[in-house]
């Protein structure tokens, strides 16, 4: 096969990534010593300087006397590494406004110190070899995003897949998944729209993580940290109105109710339309919490949450043909999204037809102990049922498979409904124990994972009065006459999913973090996962199961020249079943296919170039294998000969470059390929759907003085393509948006967001070559924050 030459090569690509995050440091080092020479200056002058965050333990009152293993310190012991040290000690405080701050994370502001995401214990970002970017529970409010695709679009490598208009689906790192979703580490792979008014954190992860998650697209994922009840005080409520007609509310309150209970509850609702024609949702959560600590090594977590969402579903805009005859080809001369007059708020739904709903009921359990010899235990339960369902008319069929005809005349509808409910259980059993041999230092973590998934995938058809008493499954429309008015029936057909089915997990995974010396660090392990799929066909009757087995291994090795810098070169392998990311079906065809994998190399550097201001950089190659391949004859069947290579660069500054002003800034070069012909169309050399050559994202606030503080971000992407089989492409935009802040008292602050401030018209992302997604016009929220 011939090199693509508008592909790099790892050299090129590694020489262009050393050269811009050689530039884009060189302007940070620029900025750091003016910041720190203002600060000077104002003390020579006698100004008096900024209130210092004060990082403080929450109070306890101890109850238990010191044991004997408390009080003989071990000679071993008393030979920590400067490396241990840095890895406790809080970093020193940075002058801001007041800033909120989390102790065991280091958060302040938009900057958080550390995470246990990657490695199943707290460890500085420092020190973790991959890529991850953490958003923190300010840096979201700040932006006034409520859900996951939004806030997510300023990360760098992250693109957003339509997911038919109902579910949160992302592209990381040139793989798509509807599934690498989780919560507290737990998996949330059900498809809906998550809300973040109970959200502390979210840690995008790139690359493959099985060792610490399990299977799942390589790509990589996002987790979702909750808040807790942790004992500290918080009376929080945010009223909020926008453009659309939007309202929201939300409370957030929670205290110690003595020195052993903690409670917390967080509630939400929302309701708005939305800047499509007919668009509309409706909202609410609510998430309670309590946190027991019967004694000064123990403590117990329980949770409970309630969650409705139901919205319009809206697939989007066709596309322009190229040709009369049959969908275009050719990436040539790739065809363009078709919008009636310019007008992107045009709806090809049904209104009151197309909807998508979900009920979620999840309860959780979690008990921590230390067992005060270097040993500590996890082991969390949670337990979640989701019931879930989507119905859409939208483009498709017809010979132009929905897009509009080349004299913009007509084009073709298609309808179908699905109800996918499911219930998950799951129980992780997490060790760590922290030792030395010798002069080398151990971070031992291991545990097991077991869970059980069962649910039911039921499809409709949909079918259009075809003008002579009968039915048919398409209908053609004037593309300038978007929304359908007329009635569609829904009737299940042999071709249509009816799969009951339930997957066992069993799991088992151990990992060494071992500190050779100060400046040398390796990380090594392995993860077992049994993955035990059972579906039965309702339609035949027939019942199919598959078992898979997998080893999947992960190591790193850190090389810190200097403690606030460490360089890094990691290796990584993650699975993911032919069943795919939801798992629901397995077909005569796919029980025989093996898993696919994804194996990842990744060099990478992390810089904290001031005590509250990290630069990384990363380059990578993420090989993608064993993608199932749907037979060209049409027989339903599929082999394995899919292959997939990622090549990429992505560097990141994020925190405060001054003490006023926080930034975080991202780029994202990511060439995407096809490397094995998968059809007459998605061929060798093709880009692979939804990735952008290019992402470029940067956010600012700037605390003006103690009452008002100002925000402005920036979107790019560069175009991208709707489907892997480079046809119709979906133009690159660039996009503003803005913030400001006032501190009325010392109880209410008003935040105003304003979303794409030069109402630039885009394409945000599609679903397939038919069904592409305008991006949200300029859009204001105003809200009203208050804490008491």
């Known amino acids: 096969m011939h090199q693509d030459p508008s592909t790099p090569s790892l050299a090129r690509l590694f020489a262009r990534a050393t050269l811009l995050s050689a530039s884009t440091l060189a302007l940070t080092l620029l900025a750091a010593p003016h910041a720190q020479a203002q600060n000077a200056a104002a003390q020579r002058q006698g100004a008096s300087p900024l209130p210092p965050v004060t990082v403080d333990a929450p109070n306890t009152v101890r109850r238990s006397r010191r044991t004997a293993a408390t009080q003989r310190a071990t000679p071993a012991a008393r030979r920590r590494t400067a490396a241990a040290r840095q890895a406790e000690a809080p970093a020193k405080p940075v002058p801001a406004f007041n800033q909120p701050h989390d102790v065991r994370t280091g958060t302040v502001g938009i900057y958080a110190n550390s995470t246990s995401t990657a490695t199943k214990t707290n460890t500085p970002l420092l020190n973790i070899p991959q890529s991850i970017s953490v958003l923190t529970k300010d840096y979201i409010q700040d932006q006034n995003f409520q859900g996951m695709t939004d806030v997510t679009r300023y990360v760098p490598g992250v693109a957003i897949h339509q997911g038919e208009g109902n579910r949160d689906e992302l592209v990381i790192r040139g793989v798509d998944s509807s599934a690498n979703f989780f919560v507290n580490g737990f998996r949330d792979d059900v498809q809906y729209f998550r809300d973040l008014y109970n959200t502390q954190s979210i840690e995008v992860l790139k690359g493959p993580s099985a060792l610490i998650f399990g299977r799942g697209a390589g790509g990589g994922l996002v987790n979702r940290t909750l808040k807790e009840a942790d004992g500290q005080r918080v009376y929080q409520t945010t009223l909020q109105s926008g453009s659309y007609g939007d309202r929201r509310f939300t409370l957030d309150a929670g205290q110690a109710v003595n020195p052993d209970v903690a409670v917390r509850l967080n509630a939400m609702y929302e309701g708005s339309d939305t800047f499509r024609q007919y668009g509309k949702l409706e909202r609410y959560g609510l998430n309670p919490s309590v946190a027991f600590t019967p004694n000064d090594t123990t403590k117990i977590k329980l949770d409970y949450e309630l969650y409705h969402d139901e919205r319009t579903a809206d697939r989007g805009n066709p596309s322009q043909a190229l040709s ?11 065809a363009l999204p ?4 310019g007008d992107l708020t045009a709806f090809y739904g049904a209104p009151g037809l197309n909807q998508s709903y979900v009920d979620l009921n999840r309860v959780s359990g979690v008990i921590d102990h230390d067992f005060e010899n270097g040993l500590t235990v996890r082991n969390a339960t949670m337990y979640a049922n989701f019931k879930r ?13 929905g897009a509009v005809n080349t004299t913009d005349t007509s084009f073709n509808r298609a309808a179908y409904n699905n109800t996918t409910d499911r219930e998950n259980i799951f129980n992780q059993t997490d060790f760590t124990y922290k030792t030395w041999t010798g002069p080398v230092f151990h971070t031992l973590a291991f545990g097991t994972e077991f869970g059980r998934q069962s649910g039911l995938s039921f499809r409709n058809t949909g079918f259009f009065p075809n003008g002579t008493g009968g039915l048919s499954n398409t209908i053609a429309a004037n593309p300038f006459d978007s929304a359908y008015l007329g009635p569609v029936t829904f009737q299940h057909i042999a071709t249509d999913a009816n799969s009951k089915y339930r997957l066992n997990i069993a799991s088992g995974y151990v990992q060494d973090q071992i500190d050779i010396t100060r400046w040398l660090q390796i990380i090594a392990g392995v993860r077992y996962d ?14 199919r199961s598959r078992t898979d087995a997998k080893f999947s291994p992960r190591a790193a090795v850190i090389v810190k020249p200097i403690d ?3 360089v890094y070169g990691s290796y990584s392998i993650s699975y993911l079943p032919a069943s795919g990311d939801q798992f629901s079906a397995l077909s005569s065809s796919t029980v025989l296919l093996d898993p696919q994998k994804f194996d990842n190399k990744e060099v990478g550097v992390k810089y904290n170039i001031l005590p509250r201001l990290q630069y990384t950089a990363a380059v990578y190659q993420l090989d993608r294998s064993n993608v199932p391949l749907a037979n060209p004859n049409g027989d339903g069947t599929f082999f394995l000969s899919g292959k997939n290579r990622i090549r990429g660069f992505e560097t990141t500054l994020n925190g405060y470059v001054t003490d006023i002003w926080q930034s975080t800034v991202g780029y994202a070069y990511t060439d995407a390929r096809v490397t094995s012909d998968t059809s007459a169309t998605i061929l060798a050399g093709n880009r692979v759907q939804l990735v952008p050559y290019n992402q470029f994202s940067w956010w600012n606030k700037v605390q003006i003085d103690p009452i008002w503080a100002a925000a402005v971000g920036m979107i790019y992407f560069s175009n991208s393509y709707a489907s892997s089989d480079d046809s119709v ?13 006032a501190k009325i008292n010392q109880n209410w602050k008003l935040q105003l967001n304003i979303e794409n401030i030069f109402n630039k ?13 305008p991006g949200q016009p300029r859009t204001f929220r105003i809200s009203a924050i208050g804490n008491f």
């Open 729 to 741: 492409r979906l133009p690159g935009f660039v996009r503003f948006d803005a913030a400001l802040y």
């Open 338 to 341: 078709f919008a009636p007059g």
């Open 761 to 773: 018209g885009y394409w945000a992302s599609a679903d397939g070559n038919n069904n592409l997604s």
């Open 564 to 566: 606030n810098l460490s």
């Open 389 to 401: 369902g989507y119905q859409n008319i939208y483009p498709g069929n017809g010979t132009l498979s």
């Open 530 to 543: 049994n993955f035990d799929l059972q579906a039965t066909d309702q339609n035949t009757g027939i019942t």
């Open 324 to 334: 009369n005859t049959a969908p275009s080809s050719t990436r040539f001369n790739p």
